[in-house]
């Protein structure tokens, strides 16, 4: 039975038996031999994707995407020295942030590995990528979508659902009903496009925060300066080469386009799916594809989203480059079908729709641990397992 979108607890399931995955590899595979049953489940569809040659990398693909989307930035900036005092510029500057969105995205493939075998060129190219082009800090990022990845939506572990300016589980809408944050929770939904304009310059801030830390390594320290240098230069380069007002209207501009579309391309992917308790333990595909949405369209859908509409796909192999995802899709469907595990896919603007609405009955999500979808599904699976 698949779950349908909702944030309620979960039943206690079979205990975990694939190690979670960081965002630096694939998730291991176990060794053949004896092993319980949802940990083969896991393992036979990882080897049914090597087999498939789904898993190898595609150097084509992202060196001509890199290449492309180089030209095109630096084609944008010498549109700006062109076109100069115009406030045609906030074209340009809706341009930028597209293409600062799509740089974001190649940060976060290489992150994953999926650009090249060589840790070292990964990281390489996500800090250039990530950091340069779209001014985002790999060595912050990875580290928290790293615990994104080792267990979705899980209570206490996932930061992507933890407390911050909107309230992700019930847990954190209970401590907040009454004045202003009261009435912010009750709307959060409504509020949550709207407030993805300042998410470009949150990403910023994250990235640069490090700075003001103690302890941290040097390599992260040059990080975070660099990421703070770049946004230096680009904006003493705006009012350089424009006047005050246009410089000011192109930077807040380029940041909320930047920031709506990197958010709506994260939140469909698991907000308005199921909460994991803390302390639960579920097995490594059931983790995975149980509090993971795909979102279905075409190819303004691929390349708006990242390949993150295979949300699914994604977690079960992060090291997988991003045009093998769509191919991964019917094998993992149909291998989920054929063992019961319920694969959620919805479209665009229907998972913007039940994001919406989760977030805006946050509060009203959580039900008994054995009154949901998900929570059915695990606890047929742990019998008949």
């Known amino acids: 039975m698949a779950p349908r979108p909702h944030g309620g607890p979960v039943a206690t399931a079979p205990p975990a038996t694939s190690p979670p995955a960081p965002v630096d590899s694939a998730p291991p595979v176990a060794r053949r031999a004896r092993r319980p049953a949802a940990q083969n489940l896991y393992t036979d ?47 340009l500057a809706v341009a930028l942030g597209l293409l600062m969105t799509q740089f974001g995205f190649l940060g976060h493939d290489a992150a994953h590995r999926q650009m090249f075998r060589s840790a070292r060129w990964n990281n390489g190219a996500a800090r250039v990528l990530g950091g340069l082009f779209a001014g985002m800090s790999h060595g912050w990022w990875r580290a928290k979508h790293n615990k994104h990845h080792q267990a979705p939506n899980q209570e206490g572990i996932d930061p992507d659902i933890g407390p911050g300016a909107l309230a992700f589980t019930a847990d954190i809408a209970a401590d907040r009903t009454t004045g202003f944050a009261g009435w912010f929770t009750a709307r959060q939904g409504w509020l949550f496009f709207p407030l993805l304009t300042l998410e470009g310059l949150n990403l910023h801030a994250e990235s640069i925060r490090p700075l003001g830390r103690p302890g941290i390594s040097r390599g992260q320290r040059i990080e975070a300066a660099l990421v703070g240098l770049r946004l230096v230069v680009y904006v003493v380069a705006l009012f350089v080469l424009l006047p005050p007002g246009i410089a ?11 920031g709506v579309c990197l958010g709506a391309s ?22 995975q594809v149980l509090v993971s949405r795909n979102v279905r369209g075409g190819l303004l859908v691929d390349a708006a989203m990242g390949g993150l509409n295979y949300q699914i796909e994604h977690h079960l192999f992060p090291s997988m480059p991003r045009p093998h995802l769509k191919r991964a899709r019917p094998i993992v469907k149909a291998y989920c079908e054929r063992h019961d595990v319920g694969y959620t896919e919805t479209g665009l603007f229907e998972s913007y729709g039940i994001v919406i609405d989760y977030l805006n009955n946050v509060g009203l999500r959580a039900r008994g641990p054995f009154d949901c979808p998900m929570a059915l599904t695990l606890r047929d699976s742990a019998v008949g397992s």
């Not at 990398?57 to 076109?83: D, N």
């Not at 000011?248 to 930047?258: G, T």
């Open 266 to 287: 994260f939140a469909p992917s698991h907000k308005g799916m199921p909460i994991v308790p803390p302390g639960m333990q579920i097995d490594f595909l059931r983790r």
């Open 45 to 91: 569809l990882a080897r049914e994707m090597r087999e498939s040659g789904l898993l190898d990398r595609a150097h084509g693909y992202y060196w001509s995407r890199t290449v492309a989307l180089v030209a095109a930035y630096v084609g944008v900036w010498v549109g700006v020295v062109l076109l100069g005092d115009s406030w045609f510029q906030l074209v």
């Open 248 to 258: 000011i209207a192109f930077f807040a501009v380029q940041s909320a386009v930047f």
